[in-house]
């Protein structure tokens, strides 16, 4: 059968890859541990579902405006004014099916063949792979555990060519839990005040799941806010993951490119999940708040549990909901049956021998690491990690 040569330009994301194995081997009977994919596991809210229950009741049914409700769009201004101090009209912002989506319209409304993507490792596994979808060049800034893996101004000058047309980065950072302060960020602004051809997309998503303070933007710095693309969701700070409602803020130009490619696409997102949007959005936060001290506490614990194991080191994560330990440790040595060689044979081998699944660092960008999330009950985050340790104790 002869497919699309599109296909071969990406790969299939990692974090779902895993996953999948690991409900095929629960499939067969065997009780898999997930520490992989980035879902909260928690319930929505009450009075979120309670809004979504009340539209379908009133009969929101039918086919949404491409860039959201203007309800919608209004409520997602209220929240960056009230969160961030940013200043956004409802012509400023796309609501699209999931982050992912609003990722992938911004890119495919931006790179064109040959332009170059700068990208501080380690990013989420869909970055890269976006950009060469786009038919762009990947161009990775390496970070470090050293440095809490953020990136300096000069690393970032180091980095800029004629080429470049985008950074892309996310604080809180998926998978290393970094969080940029907003001294850090005006550091960075500082550099792109320089190049106002550079387009900056700012993933947000795990704003609100935050150990060490206020969330800072980049957008907060006026001279470069027309460069700046906020990307955000639902998805992880409310509970929403299968409600899918991103959204993107950027100047009007940028907004109206990404309805455009969104509108052959989808179109619109779905019509009640807008409407649960706007209360989430504007209501109580209690719940969001409720469920960032949970994710401090577990974090607490697993930081612990990977004391216990030899040969790992880990930095302290300051956001999100993940763990990115440094695994090299074990590359090169065996449990008399299987050789480890690099992060992906060490992730099946976890998976295979203690059950457990987790996401290799490679996709991330860090082929050291290994990504392992604490978005799961602290009963089976406990057991995850003493089957992890009872495992790696073979490996000589």
């Not at 380690?122 to 893996?149: C, M």
């Not at 693309?229 to 991103?246: E, H, P, V």
Request: with cysteine.
């Amino acid at each position: 059968m002869q497919l699309s040569s599109f296909l071969d330009r990406f790969n299939e994301p990692e974090t779902l890859k895993m996953a999948k194995l690991g409900r095929e081997l629960r499939a067969k009977g065997v009780d898999v541990i997930d520490l992989s994919l980035g879902e909260p596991d928690f319930d929505t809210p009450e009075h979120i579902k309670e809004a979504a229950i009340n539209a379908i009741k009133d009969n929101w049914s039918h086919y949404t405006p491409v860039p959201g409700f203007p309800d919608l769009r209004e409520a997602i201004c209220t929240k960056l004014k009230r969160d961030n101090n940013l200043d956004y009209k409802p012509e400023n912002i796309v609501a699209s099916t999931g982050a992912k989506q609003s990722l992938a319209n911004t890119m495919l409304a931006l790179v064109d063949d040959g332009d170059e993507v700068i990208i501080p490792t380690p990013y989420w596994v869909t970055y890269s792979e976006l950009v060469k979808i786009a038919r762009g060049k990947v161009v990775e800034i390496k970070s470090s555990a050293e440095q809490k893996f953020k990136i300096t101004p000069a690393q970032l000058e180091a980095a800029i060519t004629p080429k470049t047309k985008v950074f892309l980065f996310s604080s809180p950072c998926n998978p290393s839990g970094s969080v940029y302060t907003k001294e850090e960020l005006e550091g960075l602004a500082a550099v792109f005040k320089k190049y106002p051809g550079i387009f900056i997309m700012a993933d947000e998503i795990y704003e609100y799941i935050n150990f060490v303070g206020k969330h800072e933007s980049i957008a907060q710095f006026d001279e470069i806010k027309d460069q700046v693309i906020i990307i955000n969701g639902l998805s992880k700070g409310f509970a929403m993951t299968g409600w899918r409602l991103g959204y993107i803020a950027a100047n009007v130009d940028i907004a109206k490119a990404c309805e455009k490619v969104q509108g052959q696409f989808t179109s619109g997102t779905n019509s009640i999940t807008q409407k649960a949007a706007v209360v989430a959005l504007t209501t109580d936060l209690r719940p969001s708040i409720e469920m960032t001290k949970e994710f401090a506490r577990r974090r607490a614990r697993v930081l612990e549990l990977v004391k216990e194991i030899p040969g790992i080191s880990c930095p302290e994560p300051d956001g999100a909901f993940y763990v990115f330990p440094d695994v090299s440790y074990y590359y090169g040595k065996s449990d008399g049956e299987t050789q480890i060689a690099n992060a992906s044979d060490l992730c099946m081998y976890l998976l295979n021998v203690a059950n457990v699944s987790s996401v290799m660092g490679d996709d991330f960008g860090e082929p050291k690491c290994v990504s392992f999330s604490f978005a799961n009950s602290m009963e089976k985050i406990e057991e995850g990690w003493k089957r992890i340790k009872t495992a790696l104790a073979k490996i000589k």
